[in-house]
């Protein structure tokens, strides 16, 4: 075996360029497939942090503006939603609503402590918005059903605005009674601002805001989550229901679309990751296609190398060498080849996804009313590596068995041919 090794070494180096080239080719396929996955990962994993900032089987409803008469009343009227659209949601639809909710927003509060000050957004809600919209609380609790059912003015609000109000730790304002505008409100809970214009709100029950502010028996918005809606069908058929529900109760076509709309966070879940599937299989294909270039070149180099060394394989025949051990020889000598470049190529490929991750993989846009995180962990598994370089090794060696096939039928008289 040290013969054959050595025989292989003095092959290799008398044709530098020649495998560099071909080492070059194997190398940048391995390389290139895993930047481009570890990119598609960066992206994949950035979509889905931002995704998963909300409940996935949850509904948010708005009113909207019809946009068809119907029973005499003309198009164009505005649908503001209210408690029996939040009735019908709880009542009619209970098969598959589990949690309801609503929001109402009142903006251009003042929260005041003392001679510190905020300027937020009040927003009423009801106790299933911190699960809905995945509120993280560092301190105190979130809105509950007493508050809800007794008008209390309690108060939560994020880790900056507390900041702001109190120094030092923003979670020592828990308990301590602040002013909203000409209210006395007593803060119960300290939350996490997650770096949307939500981070900007501060949040109190549903019934408080709506009745210091006379808003009757109005709401901005209804919130559920749901339970039993596992397809893209299921989901779709009762929007379809719901619709004409809410729609019937402000007098509007039950076909009506756009009186009423309805943001189905389950079923754009469902739209990403089949997108997200699509950027996978994409990336996989041009990246197969790129580890072909590099076995074409390993059964390019061979054919070459027979089709050099075909007296020298003739004289080995003539002199009772067997056909296996010149294929041996011809299949070793691609394998190495293979391996040696696959695993730079293995390397360099993790080295450059990891750099891509110290740089860009934690980097946040502002995009005014949200942060968003695009690129987030570009980085691929040391498992896909290894499998992608060791397909590599496989495809090498079967590109090379065609080459050893051919010189181990070399015969001895071909070699006089070939002076």
Known sequence: M???????????????????????????GIYMIIVLLGAGNGLINGVT???????????SVFGGTTSKPYNGLKEGRDITLDDGDIGTTRQRFSENVETVGAEMQQAGATITMGDNYVSSSLCGVYPNEATI?????????FINDIDLGQQRKVLV??????????????????????????FAFRVVGVMKRDGSTMGTDAYTSFTTLRTMYGRGNKADRILFSFRGLTSEQANTEFETQYKAAINRNHGASPDDEEAVWVW??????LQMNMGMSMIRLALWIIGIFTLLSGVVGVSNIMLISVKERTREFGIRKAIGAK?????????????????????????LGIA?????????????TDLGFAKITTFL???????????????????????????????????PIEALRAE
Not at 324 to 346: C, D, K, N, P, Q
């Open 264 to 269: 189905n966070r389950f079923t754009q879940n």
């Open 377 to 411: 962990n570009p980085t691929v598994g040391i498992d896909v590596c290894v499998e992608a370089t060791l397909l590599m090794v496989v495809a090498g060696t079967i590109a090379g068995l065609f080459p050893a096939i051919r010189a181990a039928r070399t015969r």
């Open 133 to 141: 919209n995945k509120l993280h609380m560092l301190a105190g609790r």
């Open 352 to 364: 450059t996804t990891q750099y891509m991750d110290a740089t860009l993989g934690h980097e946040v």
């Open 2 to 28: 040290f013969d054959l090794i050595q025989e292989i070494y003095a092959t290799i180096r008398r044709n530098k360029l020649r495998t560099a080239l071909t080492g070059f080719a194997v190398a940048w």
């Open 157 to 182: 609000i994020s880790d900056e605005q507390a900041k702001e109000l109190i120094a030092g730790d923003g979670t020592a304002l828990v308990g301590k009674v602040v002013k909203v505008d000409d």
């Open 49 to 59: 942090n931002n995704m998963g900032d909300f409940l996935a089987n949850s509904m």
């Open 323 to 347: 056909p296996a051990s010149i294929l041996r020889l011809i299949v070793v000598e691609s394998v190495i080849i293979t391996t040696f470049f696959g695993y730079v190529g293995m390397l």
